[in-house]
């Protein structure tokens, strides 16, 4: 299993806002368009319909942040699942209506926004802290000689700790090496803040439903006790024990 890669981490905080916004939307839209239609029953179709888009969306973003944490770059693709055309939509319906997750995507829908502004919001915050911290000897030199403006004229009470005669140069290297730390930092605090968004989409997602196992599969699993064709006989020993 290889390490979560922090470039990885990093996307999947900045792609949870737009994400959280269209759960928002879809669930919003499909429970104000369907719960006042499910009087006259067109409703229940429009409701599994959000409800099952819902789901896939949390669906995905769980598998994603499941890959992430083994260390994979793409997530594992789901197993392939009948259309409501080739089932009947009526069973659709009901195979949407009766799973957990489905409601459980409602939550996820209307709690993605907050989490996803708050990822957002560190993800990108983090970065250019760190990098614009890192860069302080070249603004203060920049700013110096296009427009005479000092950036450091506090001396933020390091002349009190001893008898030091620092420069505004020289404050602008130390925060220069406190850049250096917060940038050797950011890999381990983008690894920690996708932790801690896998663990809450994972939670709101929940485990992995058991698929059942079709007729055909019964049979042709090489676990079944109907499959005798594997089942060899030997010969009886002739003698009696």
Known sequence: MRKPSALLAWKMLVLALPKGIGALVIVVVGLAAGLPLTIVLIGVPLLAGMLSLARKMMVDEARLAEGWLQGKEYPALPEETAAPSQQGWKTWVLSVLKDRRSYRAIGFGFLELPIGILAFTMAIVLPVVA???????????????????????????????????????????????????????????????????????????????????????????????????????????????
């Not at 009190?160 to 930092?185: E, N, P």
């Not at 968004?197 to 006790?225: D, K, L, N």
């Open 131 to 241: 990098f614009s911290v890192l860069l302080s000897p070249l603004a203060y030199e920049v700013s110096m000689r296009w427009f005479e403006f000092n950036l450091f004229p506090d001396s933020w009470g390091l002349n009190q700790l001893g008898d030091w005669s620092l420069t505004s140069a020289h404050r602008s290297w130390i925060a220069g090496g406190v850049g250096v730390i917060l940038t050797l930092l950011l890999p381990l605090m983008l690894r920690g803040l996708g932790r801690w968004y896998a663990a809450w989409v994972r939670a709101i997602a929940g485990p992995e439903p058991v698929r059942e196992a079709t007729p055909e599969e019964a049979y042709t699993s090489p676990f079944s006790p109907f499959e005798m064709d594997s089942i060899e006989a030997g010969p009886f020993p002739a003698t009696r024990t």
